[in-house]
């Protein structure tokens, strides 16, 4: 497989393998990257970071999931201890929940945008420290979208928790939010159901940035706020230049931290544009890309 450099185009091996680049950090997306279709870790993918990690490379997750959709029992398996989640609102050290770092959107600012879109057609999520809530009409909504595979749809079900009234829920308790996530029905034709109106909303406030995370959705938490970010937090903490990271992914979500990191990586099932903007593109993560990157670096790390 040939892996492009976004300076040089190169293949795995020959002269790349002279470079003399050493990493210590390895941020690591999870669905789309990390998970393959079925929401599993291979047994490929494991095997590499087990490897790596005992010649003393650290590994972090970088994902929009929030603390509570993370695979804990797995990572702690695995020895990653660090975990960037809701696309960097929220950073926490595995598996104890301790809350490294938080910058959430203050509670009358996710009201005033809640009220404007509990009117529409959509699914969605919100994240509150590290727990995961799902207004009760959202789940009838999710049923409906056919984008999203039975594994993303299983791990939305069972992570969430189904409140009748969300907006009494974060008034009566003037609770920060991390980030939301909202996901869309499709007409016939493949387009998306109330994405557009979606935006148009969105777009009123400029505290906020919004992005997509894959299958079309929409996620947003408060501007300034990304997978980068957490993973320069991340490498002042543990005394790493942040040159010396790798970062996986597949989504646009994952593009700043592809652009960040030392060595930015896309999977081969990341859009072309996210590809186009990557040092690196690797295997697909049903074709356990990781674990390729890894191998290959091995005499790198």
Known sequence: MTIINRHLHISLGGDFMNAKQTYQLVALDLDGTLLNSEGKISN?????????????????????RPYCG????????????YA?????????????????????MPADLVLDILKQLLQLEIHMDLFIHGDA??????????????????????YITSTRKCLPDILAFIQENQFPVQKLTLNFMTNPDGT??????????????????????????????????????????????????LER????????????????AGLGVAMANAPEDIRRQADAVTLSNDDHGVAVILDKYQLLL
Do not use: W
């Not at 993370?70 to 201890?81: R, S």
């Open 44 to 64: 490929e993918n494991k095997a590499a970071i087990r490897k790596a990690a005992k010649q003393g490379v650290s590994f972090a997750i970088a994902t929009g």
């Open 70 to 81: 993370l695979p804990i029992n797995v990572m702690d398996e695995l020895g990653i201890h």
């Open 84 to 104: 960037i989640t809701t696309n960097g609102a929220g950073i926490y050290k595995i598996p104890d929940k301790e809350c490294l770092f938080e910058q959430c």
């Open 133 to 154: 809530y799902t207004p009760a009409q959202c789940r009838e909504t999710l049923a409906k979208i056919t984008v999203l595979p039975p594994s993303l749809k299983k």
């Open 192 to 241: 998306y159901i109330d994405r557009e109106q979606t935006i148009q909303i969105l777009n009123q406030y400029p505290e906020i940035n919004f992005l997509s995370g894959g299958y079309g959705n929409l996620e947003f938490a408060y501007a300034g706020i990304t997978k980068a970010k957490g993973l320069s937090f991340l490498c002042k903490r543990l005394n790493i230049p």
């Open 245 to 260: 990271t790798i970062a996986c992914g597949d989504s646009e979500n994952d593009l700043d931290i592809i652009k960040a």
